[in-house]
């Protein structure tokens, strides 16, 4: 099992940059699929991005790909996410998750949340 905490949500103006940070603990954590999701309020929580916990494979979503990017230093228990070239649609709350078991390429299975960090895109 782990424990996640988001960091590094902010207000940032259209075609900047912001790193997100998750903090996970737990001996299990390196083994662990994890990913990001978002939700603006009122509207169903969407995929982003996540990485493997064995070979550190990543899968970004189409609205993302090539501005986002997932990685992890298992080292330090800690997963980000860059990213460039903002757009006000990317505006959310922005949750880490865990997944104990399974794979990347699907989107269940995630047991564990974290509380959520804001992401404010102004134009």
């Known amino acids: 099992q782990v424990q996640l905490l988001e960091s590094g949500g902010g207000l940032v103006q259209a075609g900047g940059s912001l790193r997100l940070a998750c903090a996970g603990s737990g001996r299990a954590f390196s083994s662990y699929n994890m990913g990001w999701f978002r939700q603006v309020p009122g509207m169903e929580r969407d995929f982003v991005a996540a990485?493997?916990?064995?070979?550190?494979?990543?899968v970004v979503a189409h609205s993302v790909q090539g501005r986002f990017t997932i990685s992890r230093d298992n080292a330090k228990n800690m997963v980000y996410l860059e990213m460039n070239s903002l757009k006000p649609e990317d505006t959310a709350i922005y949750y880490c998750?865990?997944?104990?078991?399974?794979?990347?390429?699907?989107?269940?299975?995630?047991?564990?949340w974290g509380q959520g960090t804001q992401v404010t895109v102004s134009s």
């Open positions: 990485i493997s916990g064995s070979d550190e494979s990543t």
């Open positions: 998750a865990a997944k104990p078991y399974g794979d990347i390429w699907t989107w269940n299975g995630y047991e564990f």
